[in-house]
């Protein structure tokens, strides 16, 4: 029975946290003294840079220097992209803006304010283009043009076909399609973005504090932007980040900004982003646009799909996109076994901010696509929406399961933990508490979700973006893997240090860890530090390190078990050689060595530290003095796509599965969520209140995405959710009644046996909450293609409705 | 987001505060629960010269009941308001909107004087004022003027105040007899400014017809609007659902609502029809269930 493994342990990190003692960026003080930036900002969607001005900037007392777009040009390249098309993205505009927002000089002087004032005197003259938006409008050959040495604002185009769709499609008895629009939101953290920088000319080496939340294989992108070897590009992260959701892996273009202000004004550099910077120009997940089309027998069996998936990457495509279209592709079929598939997916540039992870990173599109596409579906063919499901999820006998895009579903019963859903939600009673609220006249409605939840998301996903003959190709150097690493270190007195690299955003890493490393070596937890501060310096890392693509339960915390478990075998073979017993007849236990039936025969785990340590000369032959390791846990299935673009772009995938209730107040357009059910298997449950924490969050996520959040622009591309009273986080106020199951199918893929749960409900609470409405409405014959749905929309929806019923039908 | 540098002056009187804005006129804004004018600061968004910040006016923190009116200082927080028993016990319509102005940390800073003064049509308490048929008063040194919020409010975030005046006070007269007051809006959160709130206050006759009804709107144009049509509708009639659904036709028609990325202006206009006739409803239930006074 684990004492620690599964217990609602409380965090460790929460003491220090809720008084207010984290440790975060803005609380470091690196370097005696330190300069702050502004940064002078586009306010156009397009326009043309003539010229930048900064005579009258620079005569502010206090005022060290000032970036700008020459500067830039002089001193860096363009990021990387993962993408064939050569789209030149610096850290400021150059030549043009593209978005409002859109970085253009940096101020360096004394504080903030004085940054701030001189700002407000650089005079930049811009000649103002025409802008675009609209991702489909962009596509168009008569649409404004962002990058004209592109030529069009394509970034890029891929035709994936898996089995045979088109005969699918041939022999279905009926074919449903939707056309759908997915908003562009973001998680928006508690902290913003913050930067400190520093050059030394001496050695030319950068070294950067900063609240980066991983994946490391943006270090090299920034390196290259910066012209410099990744060795002398040292990130440094404090132990606490206030939030991160996929947002913080998008701020590699302000480390290279604040870098490049450092080295142009010869002193250390800090900016903390403000909100307004937050809001206007961090990252966002794509809005999208997807043409949605499945062929199903009468009976409900699902022959095939084909989805056209437009995502709008706002002005620069930039790494790790197009992973909003690739990411999710070993899971693009869902939980359902149909083997035809065909996905056209284009990523397009507009005039609207950039974008990159966001909780969920691509899956809250595609189950918004799916699971909404399914119900009408279901609709037309009067099933139910439940039974539609049941019919055609993967069998749990199928496990491990591949699927037609290359995924290895690893571990699971899908048909079971459905069942439990429904059971969950008493299914049944619902649908007959709606049949009497319709009786009545109210608008009632139920709507399911199901999802595939990928973790662990392999480097190698995003390469599909390549056409298949590129990776061919005598020379291309393929990409894979999603290792992490972690140490562990047992001291002279029996204590443990762990040093994780993680970068941890307010997850609960040190605990988990403690609680893993306790378990292992069967000491009080209290015995067990973790420290959670990442230097590239001295930790060992590598490309995939970070926090992202709810990774840390099943790799980093895998890591660190794997380097526990060497420990104890050193130090297994040490308390043998002290009881002159052999290595496979000693055990651990509640932190004491003994000999396997002789519990008298026995050596305490401390004292088999202290020797260690203190009288090497007493270790057996072979053994080394010290206690640490450091391991790293890769995943044997995170391979390079194929030939066929099939890739298994994650190393593991839990199931969710959602029903929530909803009433909607036929006058006002309020729509109440009366009722959210949510179903989970996570794997093996390492701590019940993280997890349960993690759920209510993403549930949160994604309900904003369906009800609240909006990063609205006009069509001339101005930006209208510029402060947090346009841009509408849900906040316990809004939280739903929400009741959340478990079901536990522990992978085989990690050490932990735990598999993601950080993005979750966020991918499934969208179309959940979609197809409640959409049911809720769907006696008026009203269907709902696009999110947010706010009550006005619901109202509008209501009126035409109502007057299509008054003239009986007619428009 | 860092202000701009400014004066900034303290008073510790309300003479000396005056004294000051005579001095200082257009280049000075007042400071009181700075709950909308430090943020417009931090956004540069307001580059005042100075600052006259008026949370040391200890005579200006009061609440008074006096010759059948309720007068309220202008620096008194909201959540003070809020937990006046008066306010809470048999004043539904107050208590209900100051509940809905943004959250309780807001209210525990925020000033009455603040929010009124602030102008923004969206906010509740200009349209409480309005329905309970309240006033304003405004000092300088020549001295100090009452105002009526139609004299007062002009349009978005402006008011025919004087640079040279403070607003210091304001004040509604009790309702009497049998009444009941109801505030409704629709927010897209809890807190947020109202895509749309009516404030509504009756006063029934002894015979049951409505002595006396007031009723303000918010976030329906660009002032505090007062529902004069609905009002003169139900002076004198017996209260009931169609009388109520008619003042609602009658408020929706004297909204001037406009769109932002939150709700349509139609929405809007629509909202104000219903929450018009639900308050009114909710009101009446209210006037009922109180004890004769």
Known sequence: MPKWIGQPIKRAEDPRLLTGQGTYVDDLRPLPVLYHAAILRSPHAHARIRSVNIERALAVPGVVGILTPQDVLEMSDPFPVGVETPVRYYATATDKVRFVGEPVCVVVAKDRYIAEDARELIEVDYEPLPAVVDPERAMAPDAPVLHEDIGHNIACHRSLRYGDPDAAFAEADVVVSQRQVFPKYSSTPMECYAVIAQFNPINGEYTIWSNFQGPFSLHPVTARALRTPENKLRFIVPPDIGGGFGIKSSMFPYIALIALAARKTGVPVKWVEDRLEHLAASSSNTDRVAYMEVALKRDGTILGMRQKLIDNVGAYIRAPDPGCLFRPLGNQVGPYRFQHLAVEAYAVHTNKSLTGPNRGYGCQHLYFNIERLLDKAADTLGLDPAELRRRNLIPGSAMPYTTPTGGIYDAGDYPATFEKLLELANYARLREEQARARAAGRLYGIGIALAVDPSVSNMGYVTIAFDRKLRQRPGYQAKSGAAETGTVMVDARGNVTCTINTCPEGQGHETTVAQLVAEEFGIPIENVRVVADFDSNSRAWSIATGTYSSRFAAAGASATLLAARRVKEKMRAIAAHLLEAAPDDVVLEDGVFFVKGQPDRNVTFRRVAGVAHWNPNALPPGIEPGLQNTSVWNFEHAVAPDDQDRVNSSQLYGFVGEIVAVEIDPETGEIQLQHYYSMHDAGRILNPLLVEGQIWGAVLHGMAGAMYEEMVYDENGAFLAGTFMDYLCPTAMEAPPLTIGHVEYPTPASLTGAKGVGESSSETAPAAIANAVADALKPLGIEITSLPITPSKVWALLREARARQATGGQP | ?293
């Open chain 2, 1 to 293: 987001m860092k202000p701009a540098a400014f004066d900034y002056y303290a008073p510790d009187t309300l003479d000396e505060a005056l004294a000051v804005l005579a001095e200082r006129g257009d280049a000075a804004k007042i400071l009181a629960g700075g709950q909308s004018l430090v943020p417009l600061l931090n956004m540069r968004l307001a580059k005042p010269e100075a600052l006259v910040d008026i949370n040391r006016l200890r005579e200006l923190d009061y609440i008074r009941e006096e010759n059948g009116w309720l007068a309220i200082g202008a620096i008194t927080r909201q959540r003070t308001l809020e937990r006046y028993p008066l306010v809470r016990q048999h004043l539904p319509l107050v208590a209900d909107a100051l509940h809905a102005l943004g959250h309780a940390q807001i209210r525990n800073r925020g000033t009455i004087g603040g929010n009124l003064a602030h102008a923004d049509p969206a906010s509740e308490l200009p349209a409480v004022l309005v329905a309970l048929g309240g006033e304003l008063v405004a000092a300088s040194v020549a001295g100090q003027r009452p105002l009526a919020p139609e004299e007062f409010y002009l349009t978005y975030l402006t008011t025919t105040l004087d640079p040279t005046e403070l607003l210091v006070e304001a004040r509604f007269r009790l309702p009497t007899g049998r009444h009941g007051g109801a505030f409704l809006e629709l927010s897209r959160r809890h807190g947020d400014y109202a895509m749309v709130g009516v404030g509504v206050q009756l006063e029934l006759a002894p015979d049951g017809t409505v002595a006396r009804a007031g009723i303000g709107l918010c976030g329906a144009g660009p002032v505090p609007i007062k529902a004069t049509e609905a009002e003169a509708l139900l002076v004198g009639e017996r209260p009931g659902e169609e009388l109520f659904a008619e003042a609602g036709v009658r408020a929706a028609a004297q909204a001037e609502p406009e769109s932002d990325i939150h709700a349509s202006a139609d929405y809007r206009r629509d909202m104000v029809r219903v929450l018009t006739r639900r308050a009114l409803r909710l009101a009446l239930q209210r006037a009922a269930a109180a004890d004769t006074q």
